[in-house]
């Protein structure tokens, strides 16, 4: 069996990112790609966002805290758009679920995809340990999430499945 692995969009290329642009493309996950590895998506646009959208960042910087309905994601005017990103969240555990993904290469410092650390809420650019939204789920359902600063150790995870 070839084992799927959710990736987001903006590593792939795709200008989803919330200034419009994108992350990638990075060599790994187009070879995952041309495999019909890549399961993608953009928990933001998916849970109903635009591109460009306004930043948007978790006071405290815990996606852990949202899944409780302890801290909203916040944009910088104070727009709460928790239920887009809880929306996107849930998104992602679906397509883990129906494709019996085990890894997942999220963005990193993404309020949605952070799999180490997130903004702090305060958008002074001061990253805190933790995890955005998505990964959070993920996680807490048994996906390994990974970043595209550990490609590396993303592959040696697939490879080990």
Not at 25 to 35: I, K, R
Not at 45 to 63: M, N, S
Not at 124 to 142: D, F, K, M, N, W
Request: proline content about 4%.
């Amino acid at each position: 069996m070839m084992h799927k692995i959710l990736v987001s969009r903006c590593l792939l290329g795709h200008r989803v990112r919330y200034d419009g642009g994108a992350s990638g493309p990075f060599a790994q996950l187009a070879s995952w790609q041309q495999e019909g590895r890549v399961v993608a998506l953009c928990p933001e646009v998916a849970g109903g966002l635009p591109t460009p959208r306004a930043a948007a960042e978790i006071p405290g910087g815990q996606g852990v805290d949202v899944l409780e309905g302890k801290a909203p994601v916040l944009t910088r005017d104070g727009e709460d758009v928790s239920g887009e990103f809880l929306g996107g969240a849930r998104q992602a555990l679906e397509l883990v679920e129906k494709h019996g993904i085990r890894i997942a290469v999220l963005k990193a410092n993404s309020p949605s995809c952070g799999n180490l650390l997130t903004y702090d809420g305060t958008f002074s650019g001061v990253r805190v340990q933790g995890e955005g939204v998505t990964a959070a789920l993920l996680r807490r359902h048994g996906v390994r999430v990974f970043s595209e600063l550990q490609l590396a150790e993303a592959a040696a995870a697939l490879a080990a499945l």
